[in-house]
């Protein structure tokens, strides 16, 4: 069973970079035809897919956020991780990592983090 675990700080400041790291147990990140998103959750409203990187380290973004974010992976420790930059109080959210195996990069995810509460202070 593939367990995600979100990490990262629960407050961070308008213009500054939101960091979150997903720590991934029970199979690899590198492991062929899975694919690792992050999702976020503003409060009231509903999922927003941000992004993803694949087994093979290629990355795609939402349009309407591609130009603040940036996902990555670290092999040697598991894990994957989202940075935000210039956030505003809009991008207080609950942020959700989740795992889609197969040949689609995302959606039917399979597996889901608990998830992370980030307020963005004005």
């Known amino acids: 069973q593939v367990q995600l675990q979100e990490s990262g700080p629960g407050l961070v400041k308008s213009s500054q970079t939101l960091s979150l790291t997903c720590t991934v147990s029970?199979?690899?990140?590198?492991?062929?035809?899975?694919?690792w998103s992050w999702i976020r959750q503003p409060p009231g409203k509903g999922l927003e897919w941000m992004g993803v990187?694949?087994?093979?380290?290629?990355?795609f973004y939402n349009p309407s956020l591609k130009s603040r974010t940036s996902i990555s992976r670290d092999t040697s420790n598991n894990q994957f991780s989202l940075q935000l930059s210039s956030v505003a109080p809009e991008d207080t959210a609950v942020y959700y990592c989740?795992?889609?195996?197969?040949?689609?990069?995302?959606?039917?995810?399979?597996?889901w983090g608990q998830g992370t509460q980030v307020t963005v202070s004005s």
């Open positions: 989740a795992l889609t195996v197969g040949d689609s990069l995302w959606g039917d995810f399979s597996s």
């Open positions: 990187i694949a087994y093979d380290g290629s990355t």
């Open positions: 029970g199979a690899s990140v590198t492991t062929t035809n899975y694919a």
